[in-house]
């Protein structure tokens, strides 16, 4: 929703979301537009119920009760299996929307939904760009706002370049935050320094509850060389393939030993690019499954970031 009295820019970037949202259509690991009211204020949304509302505190939520298990019958419990589908879904919804020109640009946990089902669905389109007529690139000329620094590839950070491929660099970061139950990307790291040692060739390490199999996929993503990452398709393969194979034994991601280890923490202040984006993204939506599982207004505006 974008409230009365709103500005003409806050507005301007809901209706490019409306249109965005129109041209997607309907997909399994998308979330649906049902509707919309931009004839008068307030501007509104209306997007589709998601029972377990954003991946990001789904995940967080599951470390705090501590109600994840390597396999297991009870159907609340989180188990590898499930964090590995997490990322199938992500992808064949990532594949979709290449399939239509779009470019999402702020893939991250806390942009995903999580259905009743434990499916994954990818909203928030606030920051996408159609890139059909553009020969699949989006050169940003000025930055409004804050930008997702801790997700974004080399060629974004440094030259304003947006690609399918450098969402799927973002994408190498969302399966990094599954796999440690939703734990903040570069955590000791300042906005500038993350901007300093990606281009200088610093990667994520693997978490050592993360066999090596499923880390091989997401550190392909993280090629400087955009062109030698994997697209979505790729990726649905490769991480469809993971999960055949591990239906009758276990799972890439231990988690019985995340939970020995204290190692993986989270800093919501790192959450969002800064308030102004939060604000925009969560007061133009209606849907009650998708919000019911924010975070909270502890969320701070980094300077470095707000200031590129």
Known sequence: MVKEGASSHEKEDLLRELEIMQQLGSHANVVTLLGCCTEKEPYLLIMEYVMYGK???????HRTRQHYYNFSEDSDALTSRDL???????????EYLGSK???????????????????????DFGMSRSVRETGDMYEQQQTKGAL??????????????FTHKSDVWSFGILMWEIVTLGST??????????????????????????????????????????????????LRYEIGALIEASKDGGGYVDLESFAESN??????????PSQHHRHHHNNHHH?????????GSDIAADEEVMNM
């Open 84 to 94: 590995t589908i997490f990322a199938y879904c992500v992808a064949r919804g990532m």
């Open 263 to 272: 190692k993986y923490s989270y800093n919501r202040s790192e959450d969002q």
């Open 101 to 123: 020109g779009i470019i999402h640009r702020d893939l991250a946990a806390r942009n995903v939904l999580v259905d009743h089902n434990k499916m994954c669905k990818i909203a």
């Open 185 to 234: 990307p570069y955590p000791t790291m300042g906005a500038r320094e993350v901007m300093r040692c990606v281009r200088d060739g610093y990667r994520l390490e693997r978490p050592g509850h993360c066999r090596i199999e499923l880390f091989r996929v997401i550190s392909r993503c993280w090629n400087a060389d955009p062109n030698k990452r994997p697209d979505f398709a790729a």
């Open 148 to 161: 997702p620094i801790r997700w974004m590839a080399p060629e974004s950070l440094h030259y304003r370049i």
């Open 55 to 61: 991946l990001l505190a789904f995940l967080r939520d």
């Open 287 to 295: 849907n009650p499954g998708s919000t019911s599982a924010t975070l």
